[in-house]
């Protein structure tokens, strides 16, 4: 498994409820690098290709019009693994079955109000990046401890 980028968004329930310190902190505690971070509050179009997907099931409009309800913050995290590890550090979709520790286990309300979004996979990151960033946007930068972690 090599460095690879992730999508993960904050919804509008967990800007709401004032939870990005806490979620930025636990990706950056994982040793993960932010490449990409701005709050937008999506268009529908956006919503709907976003959640495309899900077009023909019955929750489809209201997945697109929570989404589109208030501010999101969109993120583009990069890392070794950071796919898969940051599925594990979100939690399982109902928060009810997410473990303790996690993101929607110890944050998250309910299936409908869930507080983040994450990548299920590379090919869907690559999708959910071009959709919400323009590569402009997108800043490739060398940690200043990279030394420290290469040595070590």
């Known amino acids: 498994m090599g460095i690879e980028r ?18 930025l902190s636990r990706f950056e505690r994982k040793g993960f690098k932010l490449v990409a971070l701005k ?3 999506p268009s529908r179009e956006l919503a709907e290709k976003h959640y495309g997907v899900h077009r023909e099931r019955p929750f489809f409009s209201g997945l697109v019009d929570f989404i589109t309800s208030g501010p999101v913050v969109a993120m583009v995290w990069e890392g070794e693994g950071v796919i898969s590890s940051a599925r594990k550090l979100i939690g399982a979709t109902k928060p009810l079955e997410s473990e303790p520790g996690t993101i929607r286990g110890d944050l ?18 690559k999708f959910e990046i071009s959709l919400w960033f323009d590569s402009s946007e997108i800043n490739d930068w060398i940690p200043a401890d990279l030394v420290w972690r290469v040595e070590s």
């Open 108 to 125: 998250a309300v309910n299936i409908g109000r869930n507080v983040i979004h994450g990548s299920d996979g590379a090919e869907t990151a």
């Open 6 to 23: 992730t999508f993960v968004a904050i919804k509008p329930d967990g800007v709401q409820r004032g939870l990005i310190g806490e979620i």
């Open 39 to 41: 709050q937008v509050t």
